[in-house]
């Protein structure tokens, strides 16, 4: 199928009528610090999950032209899938230019369902993390029937830095303080003009995004942090109530004082009811 004739223009994602399709796209990579040995895998390995809600271009649709209309939004929208993070290759703490991705598709269920694993790679050709690549995508298809991603050739290209800004893409933007899109939350630009010079091709893929989980949750404070808080916490509690026991007006007005006070109180009141008497009767004879 021809892209360019299936999609003349890739702003016809805003404006397409057909059903939603349910897309996730999980973005893996890692970032300087990150552990080198196993530890950096598993459960928490460090990833995006991208929940995307495209609408197909019409109804009923069939299989193939679903899986496909996947595919050209992958590619259509790829800087806003590649330049998301302070990214590392996933494999090691390398910088990282490529990718492999692995996609799978049940266009068949209602609503259709796609997933993308996109692994950003330091070399997605040859070397150790090729060769670890490989040995994750025959598990991964080997568990969820996917296919394997078709073999790649060096090409001499040097693509851009996934840890660029999305708009330059200049080596020059690379920071791990880059500002994130503000709708989205995903895609980064290291400047204002960036963000505005790119927002005609980004806006299909942001009006899709409806969620956005990072792994490990980066808004969250570390264990060091969390800790560190509790303590200080507990302390000025701590602190708190031994000022409450040591309280200087506590001191001055000490409650054994008290039945003290209500006697003399007692005492007036009695004084004030005789003399009133005494002075009714005086009145009265």
């Known amino acids: ?7 003349p223009n890739p702003r016809d994602f805003l404006t397409n009528k057909g059903p939603e399709l349910q897309y996730t796209i999980i973005i893996y ?6 552990p ?13 999950e991208v929940t995307l809600r495209p609408r197909l271009p019409k109804e009923n649709m069939p299989c193939a032209e679903i899986e496909a209309f996947a595919h050209i939004f992958t590619a259509f ?15 090691c703490n390398k910088a ?17 369902i796609a997933l993308a694993y996109v692994h950003l790679m330091c070399n997605n050709v040859k070397g150790k993390c090729a060769q670890a690549h490989r040995k994750v995508e025959r598990y991964v298809c080997m568990t969820h ?13 040097v693509y851009p830095l996934a840890s660029a800004c999305a708009g330059c893409q200049k080596d020059s933007s690379v920071s791990p303080d880059l500002s994130r899109c503000a ?19 980004h806006e299909p893929f942001c009006a899709a995004v409806k969620e956005v989980k990072w792994v490990p949750n980066e808004e969250t404070p570390g264990p060091a942090v ?35 006070q209500r006697s003399s109180f007692d005492f007036r009141l009695i004084f004030f009811i005789l003399f009133v008497i005494a002075l009714l009767k005086f009145l009265w004879f």
């Open 1 to 7: 199928m021809d892209a360019a004739a299936f999609f």
């Open 29 to 34: 990579g890692s970032k300087p610090g990150d």
């Open 36 to 48: 080198l040995d196993d530890s950096r895998f598993g459960e928490n390995q460090r990833r995006v």
């Open 77 to 91: 929208q790829w800087q806003d899938i590649k330049h998301t993070n302070y990214w590392r290759c996933e494999f």
């Open 96 to 112: 990282t230019r490529v990718s492999k991705t692995n996609f799978m598709s049940w266009a068949h269920r209602d609503p259709p």
């Open 145 to 157: 029937g996917c296919l394997p991603s078709p073999p790649l050739q060096d090409d001499g290209i």
């Open 183 to 201: 709708k989205c939350k995903l895609v980064r630009y290291c400047s204002k003009k960036c963000q505005d010079g790119d927002w005609e091709r």
């Open 226 to 260: 969390a800790a560190t808080a509790k303590k200080t916490t507990e302390k000025r509690v701590s602190k708190k109530k031994a000022h409450e026991k040591r309280s200087p007006k506590e001191e001055r007005v000490p409650k054994e004082r008290e039945p003290e």
